[in-house]
């Protein structure tokens, strides 16, 4: 069996790899930096963003296609086709973003917020759960049924740590250099599912290659749920045992956390939902009971990524707001560039920034 997986490098696909590799899988991931093959793995340098990239990687047929890509719905159009008829199975990862609000614990039939919103500014962007839905319709359309649409949900690894809409760029690292994390109120009493990356790829390992899964949805998350006021809580135990002491937390109501922060859409049509899952199609082929509990795989993957912190880019704009929210100031030494220390000193002293106060 012969796997190519498509922009597998993040929080799902490396274990993806590792899993079909074990499985003495032939497995080639597409990357955009030259990474060593290894064992049953080979990577390719390019961006299958890149219709010509595409294109020459797929003039092979492959027994299955996992799509970790991001694109927009145009350009999903234009290459569904290309996907669809070279392979056997065309595995598309979704999102469970895609569901609106539920009392209920959700299931794939639950509905989408495409289908029910009424918020018309909403529908007339490309907004990522409006995006997926979107891309899965075009699927649903294709006349082909060689597919299988995957929904997960908020998923963290040794690399990713999610707090609400934050990325750890834009909360671990304020933590880890001293300074005030500052959060939403509103969001920290909601419910959430968190599921690690290795549970996620093994329930996406389960279905590659089942003929049962071709033209079927399925989402992959943990059983349980927590608000993010405990998922906070289980970060700041470990980052309090590793500093030597507890980080400071600014909570800021709605109209104050979008101006750090500005995603309206995901905080309106996500992240202010309590969101459960109802697992039981899933569990038919991977049993989700086996999945990491939170509290353990979080604490394992925020140890294991304090021993060698690293972080991608930082926001300095953003970061002179929640400095400005929070009363504190970061050297211009520990910011590099000239332009960026211009634009964290315009944004610390001399800007204003204006952000409405949005309701739902």
Not at 128 to 134: D, G, M, N, P, Q
Not at 198 to 220: C, K, M, P, Y
Not at 291 to 299: A, D, P, Q, S
Not at 309 to 321: G, Q, T
Request: proline share 1%; with cysteine; glycine share 6%.
């Amino acid at each position: 069996m012969k796997v190519l997986v498509l922009g597998g490098t993040g929080a799902m696909g490396a274990h993806l790899t590792q899993l079909l590799s074990n499985s003495g899988i032939e497995t080639v991931v597409t990357s955009r930096t030259e990474r060593d093959s290894v064992n049953n793995i080979r990577y390719v340098k390019g961006n299958a963003n890149d219709i010509d990239f595409l294109q020459t990687i797929l003039s092979e047929r492959w027994d299955a296609i996992v799509d970790f890509m991001v694109y927009s719905t145009d350009s999903f159009q234009r290459r569904v086709s290309l996907l669809l008829e070279n392979t056997s199975q065309y595995v598309f990862l979704s999102s469970a973003r895609v569901y609106a609000e539920s009392d209920q614990s959700i299931t794939e039939n639950s509905p989408r917020l495409l289908d029910v919103s009424q918020d018309t500014e909403f529908l007339s962007t490309d907004e990522y759960s409006l995006t997926k839905a979107r891309q899965e319709n075009i699927l649903r359309s294709s006349g082909r049924n060689n597919w299988t649409i995957i929904r997960p949900y908020i998923t963290y690894a040794e690399n990713r740590l999610q707090l609400g809409v934050l990325e750890k760029e834009e909360w671990l690292y304020r933590a880890l250099k001293g300074r005030t994390i500052v959060f939403s109120s509103d969001i920290n009493s909601k419910e959430t599912t968190l599921t690690y990356g290795l549970d996620v790829a093994h329930g996406i390992n389960s279905i590659i290659g089942a003929s049962s899964a071709l033209g079927e949805t399925f989402h992959i998350t943990a059983n349980e749920s927590n608000t993010w006021n405990n998922i906070l809580n289980i970060y700041l135990e470990v980052l309090e045992k590793h500093l030597g002491y507890k980080p400071k937390i600014l909570f800021q109501d709605l109209g104050k956390f979008v101006e750090c922060k500005p995603a309206k859409y995901q905080i309106l049509y996500d992240r202010f939902f309590n969101r459960k899952f109802d697992n039981s199609k899933i569990n038919k082929n991977a049993s989700t009971n086996s999945f990491t509990k939170i509290e353990v795989g979080l604490k394992s993957c925020l140890t294991d990524f304090l021993k060698n912190p690293r972080f991608n880019d930082i926001d300095w704009k953003l970061e002179a707001v929640k400095d400005r929210q929070s009363g504190e100031h970061t050297s211009l030494a520990e910011i590099k560039g000239i332009k960026q220390k211009i634009r964290y000193l315009l944004s610390r002293y001399f800007y204003k920034v204006g952000i409405k106060y949005f309701t739902r």
